[in-house]
């Protein structure tokens, strides 16, 4: 049915809060007509999500960031839905955060992170896009001198059919811009969309083809110099001293600059230029406190936590312990998870002018208003006083969100450079060497079968990392991390356990070793999933049950983790023999707020690991864009499958030991097998896409590998076991 939105001022809020910089702001979002900022157009903005020029084009406002994952089509989609535009004549652009705050914050998050940049933002963009249709008919009513309830809107047009009179949005931008909005608005059903739930092309597919797409390794300014930088490659160490004299006379070379403790970067007329005198620059480093810190020394402090008494519960159900020790048989297994880098293919960048009185940042950003905190902070300046430009991500991946290292560094550069714009941008190494890595951890995992092979009891273990304790302290709840137990909760609309466990005990030992941690595309879900998913197969098997079959007696009260399992098992024909050779395994999660599940089939040959097949299964909830969910999905598995088969780093002395994708790899297109989606929203929530099934990957492979050779691959990556 139809949603009636009752708008005011006040009366819709959102809070949120900037982990950059301190900025922490409570914000509405107003679909009454705020004052117009300076600059902004007058005669063709109908409200801030809809400007409407003469010649009938449609620019969508979308505060969100696009980084290939289509949030910014999806979100234009929604908008335009409502509007009853010409979705032929819609274009989109970023309005910039300082916008928003002179605004009153007009257009609400600015992040884009968790899978929540349509989950979060559908409704009041919708009713921004309704808001402005109302608008445009009661401007053309006024005009006629009619009823706006005999208008109606469509295709960028309103009519009167009783004077069979029709204009156009172009030629009622000005009135409409001047109309009061209306008090409430009704929104469509899903099932009436045409234009939001279709599969329509992308609309930043064309720049990013003919070459036109800009990016921030991409950016030029009137007389910009270019930066690069080193840092300190020891966690927790720092710069004791460097000889600027020793490279002031190479070519192009302006200024070699201290960038606060840690680093030192060398500012020349060309990036190259810089690179090369920087890698000539002497540098002493103070090595820090760390320098004994290895994988090793890692991997014990966590095996210590496994066994520790103290622990921060996740999940509890009956009396595990007491149900396992009264048990007459247990199976007991130890996974591992290891550090992973983000790796995305622009490496961090930013470009900053500085001068005492304003500073502006051109940045690809998920977050454009943590990159604003984080400028006006480096700056030293009001946060009235600055302005971030934000540009399309060449990938971020959790990366460029919380994280706003790279933004700071380019504002400190630009600082002792005043009045020149300056691109900061990281070599490879660089990026790889001071990532915001995704947390190692470990699980011990102990099931109770009876005798009829039901799983009585389950105690799982965790032992490792908290995101939250060194990124966002405040978000912690007496202590615990609750990211740590994504999809292994029993209730919420996040993520829930798929499994009904009479006597269920997920607990957490934090242990926090001096390597930083960050949100790494599907964050605690991927392992997780790995850990239960692949626990799972463990018990079957020790029950002498299909894989499936045990699975289906735990899930009758979760229909949706179960349906999307079904749906999985039944397209790749679980039922029925596979090819000679070939092997399949399964895996289902619940995360971001979506049912996930995968089915693979995998051939092992000389030892070598063939993915052959891969399907997945998603309800969302709600779908925008159907075709843009299953790019999102094949999208997810080339990531899934490059942290199952190669993502790995390694610490020694106290400093990362992968440098470049020579010795931190990634799948190719020879390694990707067909991936078949298949999408299946019940409806009633708003799940996301871009993260959660990047989780069910490494399970379903792992599950399906022990299918063909009889070994359980219990430590990440593939790339360390012998599979013949």
Same mark, same amino acid.
């Given at each position: 049915?139809?949603?009636?939105?009752?708008?005011?001022?006040?009366?819709?809020?959102?809070?949120?809060?900037?982990?950059?910089?301190?900025?922490?702001?409570?914000?509405?979002?107003?679909?009454?007509?705020?004052?117009?900022?300076?600059?902004?157009?007058?005669?063709?903005?109908?409200?801030?999500?809809?400007?409407?020029?003469?010649?009938?084009?449609?620019?969508?406002?979308?505060?969100?960031?696009?980084?290939?994952?289509?949030?910014?089509?999806?979100?234009?989609?929604?908008?335009?839905?409502?509007?009853?535009?010409?979705?032929?004549?819609?274009?989109?652009?970023?309005?910039?955060?300082?916008?928003?705050?002179?605004?009153?914050?007009?257009?609400?998050?600015?992040?884009?992170?968790?899978?929540?940049?349509?989950?979060?933002?559908?409704?009041?963009?919708?009713?921004?896009?309704?808001?402005?249709?109302?608008?445009?008919?009661?401007?053309?009513?006024?005009?006629?001198?009619?009823?706006?309830?005999?208008?109606? %809107?469509? *295709?960028?047009?309103?009519?009167?059919? +009783?004077? =069979?009179?029709?204009?156009?949005?172009? &030629?009622?931008? /000005?009135? $409409?811009?001047?109309?009061?909005?209306?008090?409430?608005?009704?929104?469509?059903?899903?099932?009436?969309?045409?234009?939001?739930?279709?599969?329509?092309?992308?609309?930043?597919?064309?720049?990013?083809?003919?070459?036109?797409?800009?990016?921030?390794?991409?950016?030029?300014?009137?007389?910009?110099?270019?930066?690069?930088?080193?840092?300190?490659?020891?966690?927790?160490?720092?710069?004791?001293?460097?000889?600027?004299?020793?490279?002031?006379?190479?070519?192009?070379?302006?200024?070699?600059?201290?960038?606060?403790?840690?680093?030192?970067?060398?500012?020349?007329?060309?990036?190259?230029?810089?690179?090369?005198?920087?890698?000539?620059?002497?540098?002493?480093?103070?090595?820090?406190?760390?320098?004994?810190?290895?994988?090793?020394?890692? %991997?014990? *402090?966590?095996?210590?936590?496994?066994? +520790?008494? =103290?622990?921060?519960?996740?999940?509890? &159900?009956?009396? /595990?312990? $007491?149900?396992?020790?009264?048990?007459?048989?247990?199976?007991?297994?130890?996974?591992?998870?290891?550090?992973?880098?983000?790796?995305?293919?622009?490496?961090?960048?930013?470009?900053?002018?500085?001068?005492?009185?304003?500073?502006?940042?051109?940045?690809?950003?998920?977050?454009?208003?943590?990159?604003?905190?984080?400028?006006?902070?480096?700056?030293?300046?009001?946060?009235?006083?600055?302005?971030?430009?934000?540009?399309?991500?060449?990938?971020?991946?959790?990366?460029?969100?919380?994280?706003?290292?790279?933004?700071?560094?380019?504002?400190?550069?630009?600082?002792?450079?005043?009045?020149?714009?300056?691109?900061?941008?990281?070599?490879?190494?660089?990026?790889?060497?001071?990532?915001?890595?995704?947390?190692?951890?470990?699980?011990?995992?102990?099931?109770?079968?009876?005798?009829?092979?039901?799983?009585?009891?389950?105690?799982?273990?965790?032992?490792?990392?908290?995101?939250?304790?060194?990124?966002?302290?405040?978000?912690?709840?007496?202590?615990?991390?609750?990211?740590?137990?994504?999809?292994?909760?029993?209730?919420?609309?996040e993520g829930t356990l798929g499994y009904t466990v009479d006597n269920?005990?997920?607990?957490?030992?934090?242990?926090?070793?001096?390597?930083?941690?960050?949100?790494?595309?599907?964050?605690?879900?991927?392992?997780?999933?790995?850990?239960?998913?692949?626990?799972?197969?463990?018990?079957?098997?020790?029950?002498?049950?299909?894989?499936?079959?045990?699975?289906?007696?735990?899930?009758?009260k979760h229909p949706k983790h179960l349906a999307v399992l079904e749906?999985v098992a039944e397209r790749i024909g679980w039922d029925t023999p596979?090819?000679?050779?070939?092997?399949?395994?399964?895996?289902?999660?619940?995360?971001?707020?979506?049912?996930?599940?995968?089915?693979?089939?995998?051939?092992?040959?000389?030892?070598?690991?063939?993915?052959?097949?891969?399907?997945?299964?998603?309800?969302?909830?709600?779908?925008?864009?159907?075709?843009?969910?299953?790019?999102?999905?094949?999208?997810?598995?080339?990531?899934?499958?490059?942290?199952?088969?190669?993502?790995?780093?390694?610490?020694?002395?106290?400093?990362?030991?992968?440098?470049?994708?020579?010795?931190?790899?990634?799948?190719?297109?020879?390694?990707?097998?067909?991936?078949?989606?298949?999408?299946?929203?019940?409806?009633?929530?708003?799940?996301?896409?871009?993260?959660?099934?990047?989780?069910?990957?490494?399970?379903?492979?792992?599950?399906?590998?022990?299918?063909?050779?009889?070994?359980?691959?219990?430590?990440?990556?593939?790339?360390?076991?012998?599979?013949?």
């Amino acid at each position: 049915m139809n949603a009636i939105i009752s708008i005011s001022r006040r009366s819709f809020i959102i809070g949120v809060a900037s982990t950059a910089g301190g900025l922490s702001l409570g914000f509405n979002v107003p679909f009454i007509k705020p004052a117009l900022a300076e600059g902004a157009e007058t005669t063709s903005e109908i409200n801030a999500w809809v400007v409407i020029r003469p010649d009938d084009t449609v620019v969508i406002r979308i505060a969100r960031s696009e980084m290939g994952q289509g949030t910014l089509t999806g979100l234009a989609q929604l908008v335009a839905e409502e509007l009853n535009c010409d979705w032929s004549k819609v274009t989109t652009e970023y309005p910039s955060p300082a916008q928003n705050l002179a605004r009153d914050r007009v257009w609400g998050n600015f992040s884009t992170g968790g899978s929540r940049g349509i989950r979060e933002s559908h409704e009041y963009v919708r009713i921004g896009g309704a808001v402005a249709r109302e608008m445009l008919i009661a401007a053309a009513a006024a005009e006629w001198g009619v009823p706006a309830s005999e208008c109606t %809107a469509r *295709m960028g047009m309103v009519t009167h059919a +009783a004077s =069979d009179r029709a204009t156009f949005y172009g &030629q009622l931008a /000005a009135a $409409a811009a001047r109309m009061t909005p209306p008090a409430n608005v009704t929104l469509k059903d899903p099932k009436d969309w045409t234009i939001a739930g279709k599969p329509l092309p992308r609309l930043d597919t064309a720049d990013k083809l003919n070459g036109s797409q800009v990016y921030g390794v991409d950016l030029k300014l009137p007389n910009m110099l270019n930066a690069a930088i080193r840092a300190c490659p020891y966690f927790g160490g720092k710069v004791e001293s460097f000889d600027a004299a020793a490279v002031a006379a190479m070519p192009g070379v302006r200024t070699v600059v201290q960038v606060d403790e840690t680093a030192v970067a060398v500012v020349a007329d060309t990036w190259w230029r810089a690179k090369t005198a920087l890698d000539a620059l002497p540098v002493i480093w103070d090595e820090g406190p760390n320098r004994q810190v290895t994988s090793a020394s890692i %991997a014990a *402090m966590l095996e210590e936590g496994l066994g +520790a008494n =103290d622990a921060f519960i996740g999940a509890v &159900q009956g009396d /595990a312990g $007491a149900a396992l020790s009264a048990a007459g048989r247990t199976v007991t297994a130890t996974y591992a998870f290891p550090y992973q880098n983000h790796a995305t293919m622009e490496p961090m960048n930013a470009t900053a002018r500085y001068t005492p009185e304003r500073c502006e940042v051109w940045v690809p950003t998920q977050n454009g208003e943590a990159s604003l905190a984080a400028a006006a902070e480096a700056a030293g300046l009001p946060v009235q006083q600055c302005e971030v430009h934000k540009i399309h991500l060449g990938g971020g991946f959790g990366r460029r969100g919380n994280f706003q290292d790279y933004v700071r560094q380019a504002v400190s550069i630009a600082r002792q450079v005043p009045g020149t714009p300056v691109k900061l941008m990281w070599s490879r190494e660089e990026d790889m060497l001071h990532g915001a890595y995704h947390p190692t951890t470990r699980c011990r995992l102990t099931g109770a079968l009876d005798a009829d092979g039901n799983l009585t009891a389950l105690h799982m273990r965790i032992s490792g990392q908290s995101i939250l304790a060194a990124v966002r302290p405040e978000a912690m709840q007496n202590g615990m991390d609750p990211v740590v137990f994504q999809g292994l909760v029993l209730s919420g609309t996040e993520g829930t356990l798929g499994y009904t466990v009479d006597n269920l005990l997920v607990d957490h030992a934090m242990r926090n070793p001096p390597i930083p941690p960050g949100f790494w595309r599907g964050v605690n879900l991927n392992q997780n999933a790995l850990y239960v998913e692949c626990f799972m197969d463990e018990l079957a098997h020790a029950a002498g049950v299909d894989p499936l079959a045990f699975r289906r007696k735990l899930m009758a009260k979760h229909p949706k983790h179960l349906a999307v399992l079904e749906a999985v098992a039944e397209r790749i024909g679980w039922d029925t023999p596979p090819a000679a050779g070939v092997h399949r395994g399964l895996a289902q999660i619940m995360g971001f707020g979506s049912y996930v599940a995968a089915a693979a089939e995998v051939s092992i040959i000389d030892g070598q690991l063939r993915i052959h097949r891969i399907v997945a299964a998603t309800d969302p909830g709600h779908v925008v864009n159907p075709a843009q969910v299953e790019r999102q999905v094949e999208g997810s598995f080339v990531y899934g499958l490059s942290a199952c088969i190669y993502g790995e780093c390694t610490v020694n002395g106290g400093r990362m030991e992968q440098e470049n994708f020579d010795s931190y790899e990634v799948v190719r297109m020879a390694d990707m097998p067909v991936v078949e989606t298949i999408i299946m929203p019940s409806g009633g929530f708003w799940g996301g896409v871009g993260e959660p099934t990047i989780a069910v990957a490494a399970p379903a492979v792992l599950n399906a590998i022990f299918a063909a050779t009889g070994k359980r691959i219990r430590t990440m990556p593939l790339k360390n076991h012998d599979l013949a």
